[in-house]
């Protein structure tokens, strides 16, 4: 494999923190802990890891409802992210967001958003910010396949092409949106191919290998940053759990039994997980070790979070944006 060692690991590491988050946020819902809706990403973790890790600090992520992934993927800190969750004071947004309104701007992460498709506009805008500074930024942008048949969409990849934006469009299709199965709502099968009716490469890729996610969005990050525009790049995926926490057995509704169990063999951590055994580079105890410090991690956020205070009624009042009666 041509890839450093060290970076395949971290690759591991990163998407293994995504899951053990994700499945530690299952279970502190449904013990009545954690209020809100959440919408988990487990399956779907070799997209985040494969294409943030393309990325530099400084460049810009859109994501989504499901965005604890992203998140974690762009760097963001599991305390503050679980204190978020818990909607105490210490969180991101101070308690007064929750998941699907997770931020940091500091180390680009524009933030979740629970509006399908509406990052795709944003990203745009932050796409366009750093073409007119004159930097080489990029701005990435995260939607599902539910997401790629609204009409910010179509308006935000064409004007991002028309301009030549430093953006890359990342559609998640994990073959669902809620319930509505990808063919009941979209006429063609690969969402790429639209990229064409925009003038901007599209490829279809397996969401589920985070090395070809790495390598394929590796390519339009590069493209982004020299300046020859967008791309769009679909990775083919899927999602474990239902479409948000506590939908319990409804999922079967609308996806069998069988389905499900065929799509969860292809877990993109435990196929990682045989690569790179298979090549040398994990052993046993190693994997062990990345996972006791995965476990030392998610523990110490889950104290700090309960150990944190709620906000106080008045800080409602605080970081709203008004205008001064004249
Ligand atoms: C503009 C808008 N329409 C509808 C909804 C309700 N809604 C929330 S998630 C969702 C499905 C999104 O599906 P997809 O984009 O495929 O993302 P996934 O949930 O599969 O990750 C819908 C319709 C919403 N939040 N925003
Ligand atoms: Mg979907």
Not at 231 to 253: A, I
């Amino acid at each position: 494999m041509k890839l450093d060692k060290q970076l395949l690991l971290d690759m591991y590491g990163r998407m293994l923190r995504i899951r053990k988050f994700e499945l530690k946020v299952e279970e502190l819902h449904l013990r009545g802990i954690l209020p809100g809706l959440k919408h988990l990403y487990i399956g779907e973790e070799a997209v985040a890891v494969g294409v943030t890790f393309n990325l530099r600090e400084d460049d810009y992520i859109g994501s989504t409802h499901r965005g604890h992934g992203h998140l974690i993927a762009k760097g963001g800190d599991v305390k503050i992210i679980m204190a978020e969750l818990y909607g105490k004071k210490t969180g991101y947004c101070k308690g007064k967001g929750g998941s699907m309104h997770i931020a940091d701007i500091n180390i680009g992460i524009l933030g979740a958003n629970g509006i399908v498709a509406a990052n795709i506009p944003i990203v745009g805008g932050a796409a366009l910010s750093a073409k007119l500074r004159g930097t080489d930024q990029v701005a990435v942008s995260f939607f599902g396949d539910g997401g790629a048949n609204e009409g910010m969409f179509h308006e935000g990849v064409n004007l991002a092409s028309v301009w030549k934006l430093p953006a890359i469009f990342i559609c998640e299709n994990n073959q669902y949106a809620i319930s509505t199965s990808q063919s009941k709502a979209t006429a063609i099968p690969n969402i790429a191919d639209r990229a064409k009716s925009y003038g901007i490469p599209g490829f279809t890729v397996d969401g589920m290998d985070v090395l070809a996610v790495y390598e394929i969005t590796g390519e339009a990050v590069a493209r982004a940053r020299e300046g020859k525009g967008p791309t769009l790049v679909e990775c083919k995926t899927y999602r474990f759990k239902g479409h948000y926490v506590g939908e319990g057995s409804r999922e079967l509704s609308y996806r069998s039994r069988e389905e499900l169990k065929k799509c969860q063999e292809k877990c993109p951590i435990q196929k990682f997980k045989w690569t790179l055994t298979k090549e040398g580079i994990l052993t046993e105890g190693l994997a062990e070790k990345i996972n006791r410090q995965i476990d030392k991690e998610l523990e110490e956020a889950i104290k700090f979070a309960e150990e944190s205070p709620y906000p106080s009624p008045e800080d409602a009042l605080e970081d709203l944006f008004f205008e001064e009666e004249t």
